[in-house]
């Protein structure tokens, strides 16, 4: 097998092993953790299918297209669910935050996001129109950091539950590695003709290992707050309830 082999093949394993915890975050975490967990899971299906389909490609000696589209906008769950994630950590908060973190700033940043990995995967070797979607697509991080900034400085951010608390620090943390990604993805769009993001040395670097650990990122913190749903329905129950005496 050749490097790139490998990697496609180290790829479709890590991805297949985190759909399981994937899928399982997705339940426990109910449906106030829905679009971000799902986000999670279908990252991992674009990587299972888009890695499976360039291994089939290499195989017979051909280039998958569908497997380079796959591959390209696999950006673009890691950000939407970082997003979703967002909402789940003020869902206890959001009557007291401002509109722009609640339903019209997420609206606004899914749509520039949407739009910008829209303009990319559309491109079809017009290098100034993926140029420009990447950078749309960098615009929409910089709407998702702003949102996880202010969403620390909400007037109400000391009533989160603790287990919100950890979801909005794991996001956090794992914000610069997605930009790391998505700059990656920039420079190569802007410089090299070659889209595959130069030598495989490059690729892992800057590529393969920040999906990694964002995926890490995401999953640890889902495993570790499974309970947040249960939470939740103890911290609404009357607490000033009669004791009998």
Partial sequence: MSATEHLD?????????????AIYCLVVHGKHGLVGWAYVLAMCGLRIAGSAMSLNAIHHDKVNTTAAILNGIGLSPLLMAAMGLLHEANHSIHRFLPPFLNLWGFLITHMVV??????????????????VGM????????L???LIWFSYGANAHS?????????LSAITVAMPLIGVRIVYAIVTAFTSSNLEGGS???RVIFGTIPEYLIMLIYV???IVTRNL???RVEYIQPKNQAVPV
């Fill in 9 to 21: 093949a180290a790829n479709l394993a890590f991805y297949a092993l985190f759909s399981l915890p």
């Fill in 114 to 131: 949407a739009g910008g990995i829209g303009l990319a995967a559309a491109s079809s070797g017009n290098e100034t129109l993926l140029r």
């Fill in 135 to 142: 950078v749309v697509f960098a615009t929409g991080w910089t």
């Fill in 144 to 146: 998702v950091a702003v």
């Fill in 159 to 167: 009533r989160r539950l603790g287990e919100e608390r950890q979801l």
């Fill in 200 to 202: 495989l040395a490059v």
């Fill in 220 to 222: 640890g913190v889902g």
């Fill in 229 to 231: 749903a249960r939470s």
